[in-house]
T-cell receptor, first 113, second 114 residues
Framework: EAQVTQNPRYLITVTGKKLTVTCSQNMNHEYMSWYRQDPGLGLRQIYYSMNVEVTDKGDVPEGYKVSRKEKRNFPLILESPSPNQTSLYFC????????????FGPGTRLTVT | SQQGEEDPQALSIQEGENATMNCSYK?????LQWYRQNSGRGLVHLIL?????REKHSGRLRVTLDTSKKSSSLLITASRAADTASYFC??????????????FGKGTKLSVIP
């Protein structure tokens, strides 16, 4: 089944404790993105990647890192999480690019205390 | 940056009625897409309309695009309780150098009452 998977789905952590949210897709898509969704603010792009080893900042990259060492994986790294990073995070992938259909993962609900 | 804005923010209708949601955006675009999100879950792509198209249909969905007014509408006909969800428009601002960003609106929350 074609899908985007994220892990963990739920995470409660403390300020400053490094964490990684994994994202994997099995559709051989080149384009991948991370978004965060906050009430009243909609979805905002954090980082995107156009291919292996090609990544760039989106609208809200501060406090996040990404890497794209393999085509299928696009992990999101929070080196020192803070409470303002409490949010619902989505990974997405696309075959044709960001102007076309995006396939979203199920989301990761992160709480930083 | 917020490109698309949906209107209304929330909409409540009876099952069987039609639901219309609107999206306005600020800059020229290549494509406009509509997505559905069931509560707290991942977004699901519904339909894409290109900037040179005016109307598109998919099942019970009808999307229109007016580039002169920078607006789009999503019509769901004969709504069902299962259509209860949030609906988002997404645009990729035309830059001439390829699209690297898909910008989502804040969504319309649709409730269909059985």
């Amino acid at each position: 089944e074609a899908q985007v998977t994220q892990n963990p789905r739920y995470l409660i952590t403390v300020t400053g404790k490094k964490l990684t949210v994994t994202c994997s897709q099995n559709m051989n898509h080149e384009y991948m993105s991370w978004y965060r969704q906050d009430p009243g603010l909609g979805l905002r792009q954090i980082y995107y990647s156009m291919n292996v080893e090609v990544t760039d900042k989106g609208d809200v990259p501060e406090g996040y890192k990404v890497s794209r060492k393999e085509k299928r994986n696009f992990p999101l790294i929070l080196e020192s999480p803070s409470p303002n990073q409490t949010s619902l995070y989505f990974c997405a992938s696309s075959l044709q690019g960001f102007a076309y259909e995006q396939y979203f993962g199920p989301g990761t609900r992160l709480t930083v205390t | 940056s917020q490109q698309g804005e949906e209107d209304p923010q929330a909409l409540s209708i009876q099952e069987g009625e039609n639901a219309t949601m609107n999206c306005s955006y600020k800059t020229s675009i290549n494509n406009l897409q509509w997505y559905r999100q069931n509560s707290g879950r991942g977004l699901v792509h519904l339909i894409l309309i290109r900037s040179n198209e005016r109307e598109k249909h998919s099942g019970r969905l009808r999307v229109t695009l007016d580039t002169s007014k920078k607006s789009s509408s999503l019509l769901i006909t004969a709504s069902r309780a299962a259509d209860t969800a949030s609906y988002f428009c997404a645009t990729d601002p035309y830059s001439g150098a390829g699209s690297y960003q898909l910008t989502f609106g804040k969504g319309t929350k649709l409730s269909v009452i059985p």
